[in-house]
């Protein structure tokens, strides 16, 4: 009887062994698995890093040289006016124009050859803004008017 004992405890141990050793392996498949998944995320996430800084700089870059060509415009060749006669505003547009201001008040123009004219400097690609869509809107439906505002002094 000692021997079936001694049959049925090793065949026992055997089993034990047998699961331990496949589950570790089995661990360790997994494991390995879930390690390479890992790195990939890892190279994606730096990939991903690394064009989003070059996007950044990219569009940080476009936004310096449009500020910079919209406060040399003046002295450009595509800008059809004096420079004396436009104002830098930045926002919502970044002139305003008045074309024929400067002759007419060196007494060289007259006061009806004046005009006042929006102007928005872009580069590139860039696009008016929906702002800036609703101000030519105004514009061309003669949304446009001119006043005085008087301030007395007195009373503050």
């Not at 595509?78 to 024929?100: Q, T």
């Not at 008087?150 to 009373?155: Q, T």
Request: aromatic letters at 8%.
């Amino acid at each position: 009887m000692s021997l079936w004992v001694a049959m049925l405890i090793g065949v026992c141990l055997g089993v034990v062994i047998t699961t331990v050793v496949l589950s570790n392996t089995r661990n360790g498949k997994i494991k390995a698995e879930y390690e390479r998944y890992i790195a990939e995320l890892e190279l994606e996430h730096q990939q991903a890093l690394a064009m989003a800084k070059k996007r950044s700089v990219n569009t940080s870059r476009a936004v310096l040289k449009g500020k910079m060509a919209e406060q040399l415009a003046p002295i450009m060749p595509e800008f059809h006016y004096l420079p004396s006669d436009a104002k830098f505003l930045g926002d919502p547009v970044d002139y305003v124009i008045f074309n024929g201001y400067s002759e007419f008040r060196d007494g060289e123009g007259h006061a009806d050859n004046i005009e006042v004219i929006l102007v928005d400097i872009k580069s590139g690609g860039a696009r008016l803004t929906k702002g800036q869509q609703a101000i030519a809107q105004a514009i061309r439906e003669g949304r446009v008017r001119f006043e005085t505002i008087r301030i007395d002094f007195e009373d503050i």
